[in-house]
Each structure stands twice: as structure tokens, then as C-alpha cells.
């Protein structure tokens, strides 16, 4: 698989942060955030197998678990995207507008950090897994008794949790008023959420009627220029931006 694309966006005399992107994958919010830093980076490129999605293998080189985002700074290897926004932001970020201006903002910051992949996500990919599971091939005759048990699995338990999910994160931005989820800047929080909310509209019914507050926000997150940044950069490189249609 080709892995080779590979660019060094900023000129600079620090050694630059290096990100292992995954195509079409939540390593897209780390290019986001590198944007919005302005930090100088190198990303480099991995497709996805056609057939089974899964990640190209060379990524196990760069960590064992071979998933992305990774990145490698100074020879340290980070993973799991949680802890890569808290670190750039809390090495790189203290003087930008991302860093949490109080510790309370500092505490709901960690909080979404934990929350989108410890709570949202793993009910986003159950739904993807039914979904999946919908359209496997099967006998004819197999394809309605499976669709009634995989319907019955979603409305048991992933179909209602992600509605209570999406009405709770509605609510936090009807409380924050900002348009951001903690205080009134950008904060790690909204860079976090970007990619399960963008899952959210095909995997778990997030639509303008239902969810205004989340959709206006998927809108002005989309908008930034550093967003824009981060998808010309791929672009730039043979892949696909990682906008969702709104
Ligand atoms: N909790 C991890 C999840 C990492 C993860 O599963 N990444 C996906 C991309 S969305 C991946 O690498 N998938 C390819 C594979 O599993 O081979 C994180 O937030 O970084």
C-alpha cells in the first residue's frame, strides 16, 4: 500500500511534529488542530484496505496498536486522540486561544476529551456495525429475519443512547452560548467532538430539525480557515477532505 505522501507544512528550525493520517479517519481533527496551532508538522499519508477498512499495516511500525492518529514528537510517540490534543495544547497552545482560560474550563475540556471516545463513539460504531451487518451478503431468504434482529439490537440500546446523547451535547451549547462547547473560544472540546458529530449525521439521526445548535456548530467548525487548511492540505496530497455535506 502507498504510504509515501508525505509533506512538511511550515518551515521552521524546530524539529517538526510528525502526524500518521489515516484516510478518512478521526486522525483528520489532529491536521485541524496542527492548523490551528499553526505548529510545523509533517503528515504522512496511509490508506484504508478497500475490502476491510482496516488501516494500512505500516502503521503498526509506528505504534503497536497500528491505529491512527499517532503522532511522534521529539522521537516520543503519542496515541489515542484524546491524549494528543491535550498534549499539543497544553505543550504547544498555552498562549493560544485554545488553551482553557480557568481550571473549571480546564476540567470540562478533559471531560469531552474522555467523553467522545469513551461514550459517544463506541455507540456510534455499534450503530456502523449494524448497519455493516445490514448489508453483508446472505441468503435472500436470510436478509428480513436478519434486518428484524439487527432493527431489534439498535432499538434496544445504541438507537435510544445516541438520541440521549445528542439532546445532552444539544444542551451543553444551549448553556454555553458561546457556539462553543467550553467557554467562548475554540477549546480542545469542540476539536475532540468534530468527528463523531460528523459521524452522527449519517449513523444516528443528527439533522438540522432535530439538533440546531449541534448543526450551526458543525457548520461554523467546518467554516474556519484552519479547517479549510487542514482539507487542502490532504487534498493537496491525493486524498479526500473530511468535510460532511451540510
Ligand atoms: N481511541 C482511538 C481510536 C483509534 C482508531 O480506532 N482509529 C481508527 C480510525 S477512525 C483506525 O485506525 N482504524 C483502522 C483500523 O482499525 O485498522 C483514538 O481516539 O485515537
Do not use: C
Amino acid at each position: 500500500m502507498d504510504n509515501s505522501g508525505e509533506s512538511l507544512s511550515v518551515a521552521s528550525e524546530r524539529a517538526p511534529i510528525v502526524l500518521h493520517w489515516l484516510e478518512q479517519s478521526r486522525a483528520h481533527r489532529i491536521l485541524w488542530l496542527l492548523e490551528e496551532l499553526q505548529l510545523p508538522y509533517a503528515v504522512k499519508m496511509y490508506k484504508r484496505n478497500r475490502k476491510t477498512q482496516l488501516a494500512d499495516p505500516a502503521l503498526k511500525k509506528v505504534h503497536a496498536r497500528g491505529k491512527s492518529p499517532i503522532i511522534e514528537d521529539n522521537g516520543v510517540v503519542i496515541a489515542e486522540s484524546g491524549l494528543i490534543v491535550e498534549y499539543l495544547i497544553d505543550r504547544y497552545g498555552k498562549d493560544s486561544k485554545l488553551y482553557p482560560k480557568s481550571s473549571d474550563d480546564a476540567l470540562k475540556v478533559k471531560y469531552y476529551l474522555h467523553y467522545a471516545e469513551g461514550s459517544l463513539q463506541p455507540i456510534l460504531l455499534l450503530l456502523y456495525i449494524t448497519a455493516m451487518a445490514r448489508k453483508a451478503p446472505m441468503p435472500f431468504f436470510i436478509r428480513p429475519i436478519a434486518a428484524k434482529i439487527l432493527d431489534s439490537m439498535d432499538k434496544a440500546f445504541a438507537g435510544p443512547d445516541a438520541k440521549e446523547q445528542l439532546i445532552f451535547l444539544e444542551s451543553e451549547l444551549a448553556k454555553n452560548e458561546s457556539g462553543f462547547f467550553v467557554g467562548n473560544t475554540l477549546t480542545g472540546a469542540d476539536i475532540i467532538l468534530i468527528f463523531p458529530l460528523q459521524m452522527a449525521i449519517s449513523r444516528a439521526g443528527l439533522t438540522e430539525e432535530a439538533y440546531p445548535l449541534l448543526w450551526k456548530w458543525l457548520i461554523d467548525m467546518q467554516s474556519r480557515d484552519a479547517f479549510h487548511k487542514a482539507n487542502a492540505k490532504v487534498e493537496e496530497l491525493g486524498y479526500n477532505a473530511m468535510s460532511v455535506k451540510l
